[in-house]
């Protein structure tokens, strides 16, 4: 389901960055670990911070990300610039990841 404008406000702002950065991902390694050199995939990543983090925090080292919300899926693209290579991003339902990823001829 694709965001309202609120919800958008809520996800994309740096108050909940620095929750990710420094409570969320210190909580999730601990209880989880870290994935170093894993193949890793995001469902919904919206803008890519999470991605960000998944690379660098948690040291995967790829991720496939997908997104229903083609805005999202372009500004993670600018934010994940200098991970090409490693991300394929992707527009697409996360109920059929395939025809997400098939479907993307931008992929990097
Ligand atoms: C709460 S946001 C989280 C975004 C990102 N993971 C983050 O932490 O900043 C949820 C995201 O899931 C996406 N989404 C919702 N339903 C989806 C679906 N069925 N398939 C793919 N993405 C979906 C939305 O477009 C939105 O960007």
């Known amino acids: 389901m694709l965001m ?3 919800e958008t406000l809520m996800v994309n702002n ?8 420094w409570y969320e991902t210190p909580l999730l390694i601990r209880l989880g670990g870290r994935t170093p050199g894993g193949r890793v995939a995001e469902i919904g990543c ?3 911070y999470g991605t960000k983090l998944i ?3 948690f040291g995967a080292a790829h991720v496939d990300a997908v997104d229903l ?3 999202m899926i372009r500004r993670a693209r600018q934010r994940l610039v200098r991970y090409a ?3 394929r991003l ?8 395939r025809a997400a990823f098939d479907a993307e001829d931008g992929a990097y």
Do not use: C, E, F, K
């Open 14 to 21: 740096p108050i909940r960055r620095a929750l990710q950065r």
């Open 85 to 87: 290579g490693r991300v």
């Open 55 to 57: 690379l660098d925090q």
């Open 4 to 6: 309202n404008q609120v």
């Open 90 to 97: 992707a527009v697409g339902d996360a109920t059929d990841l």
């Open 69 to 71: 919300d083609p805005a």
């Open 46 to 48: 919206g803008s890519g």
